[in-house]
């Protein structure tokens, strides 16, 4: 392959800069929603396009006594985070605890570059730049990861849905969200309804708009005033974080 | 466990089980410890404040928050004797990335950072470990941010005691309700109807600012996955690393 500069994903081309092997490196592959790419433990993923989610690693299914709680949403897969062309998926290859830490799924449509893990923390671990935009990355994540377990605790189905809408609005361009219902409803651990009433709410304020299986931000600064703070509390953590390295 | 690390104290251990692996690799590390015990509601360091020190609590347990936008504190994870606070020195952060406040009194170590960060320099084995723990973090974090969606407020109720106990060794967890709401982000009215209802089928017993776990089969049946599934993942990611 010839050493070409990946210019889709931001961090990527950051780390090309930094480490030149990382040139030579790398499959690309396109991927229908859903599919299923790994564990995070043999490779890492840079979307170029679509988004991948994060699904922490063996969920057990409850044992426990009947609460009387909607065991489908119990028991479904959940997701936690997403990945998009400014970021990587498979960071517990990094960090040496493989598939602990969580499973990597396209949530829509992707084309991702995929690299093997042990030669990508091989190559990037000689070059101090490198390591110090990793430890960026994990920092920026555990920042995430503390917002994340707020959020899902104390703000609402409408917030949290405004938020990722945001979120993936600031990836898209212009284009439209390849985004579903289900997957929203996957990413926020709440039953698919709560998404469609949410949705709805939206649709009426004008805020958002469907086209086909697609969801379109009509309204973005709509959309920033009913969403949590967490929407900027997280855009100002990958400024200040990540954001001077690339 | 507050048994064993009052042992491990006296063999020469810290009391902190991440800090004895550290010490093992480092030796040298000792030099700069500065046990301190902060009173409780005390806050370590903050959000976005200059980042100074790491911390390694041994009979204190802490407690990690986030600033939200609407000005409150709230409550992320907690770590006791088992873990660290204050990676960002470690990761070349100049800031904190998260708060930490004292929530049960005891004795936090805690180590300059520029002084930790020159001597683990150049240790696999400790680059390791530290890599190993964020990795634990991380999917701590995960789990609660489900826990958080889905499961109902008993359930990480029961989590949230039983964990606490683990961390003492016994079977009392001093916190009120009104604290105990504020940790899970939920109304103190919710935490009193729970409590009401575990204390009414024998679960737990609590006074005033004390809760004694009475049966512990029964706490975890009623307790979300979270509790095991955590469990499990510390004890695959963390210890066949502490030795």
Known sequence: MDPILCRDNRLLLALQHHCPALRRMGTP?????GAELGRGDDAVLFPLSGLLSL????SMPHA??????????RNHPVDVDLVANDGMAGIGAWLGVGSALESIVALTPASVLRLPATTFVDRVTRHRAGRRLMERLVAYRLRCSYQNVVCAARHSVEQRTCRWLLWTADRSGDAPIALTQAGLARLLGVRRQSIGEAAIALQRAASIR???????????KALLHRSCGCYH???EAFHQIVEPLL | MEERATARREAGGSGNRLLDALLRERPGLRTYFEPVQPPVGHELYADGRPATHIYFPTDAIVSIMVRLASGNASDVLTVGNEGLIGIAVWLGMDRNLET?????????VRIVGDDFCRVVA??????????HYIGYTLRFGSQTAVCNACHTVEERVCRWLLSAADRRGGRHVDMSQAALADVLGVRRQTIGEVALRLQRDRVIDYRRGDIELLDRTALETRACECY?????VYRRVLEPLLG
């Open chain 1, 29 to 33: 592959l396109a991927v229908p929603a």
């Open chain 1, 55 to 58: 699904r922490p690693s063996w």
């Open chain 1, 64 to 73: 426990g006594a009947d609460t009387g709680v909607d065991e489908q949403r």
């Open chain 1, 210 to 220: 469907y086209t086909r299986q697609r969801i379109v931000v009509a309204d973005r």
């Open chain 1, 233 to 235: 509390t997280l855009r």
């Open chain 2, 100 to 108: 930490a406040v004292q929530q049960r009194a005891g004795t936090v």
């Open chain 2, 122 to 131: 150049g240790s696999r084995r400790i680059r390791e470990l530290l890599h």
């Open chain 2, 228 to 232: 095991r599934t955590l469990r499990e």
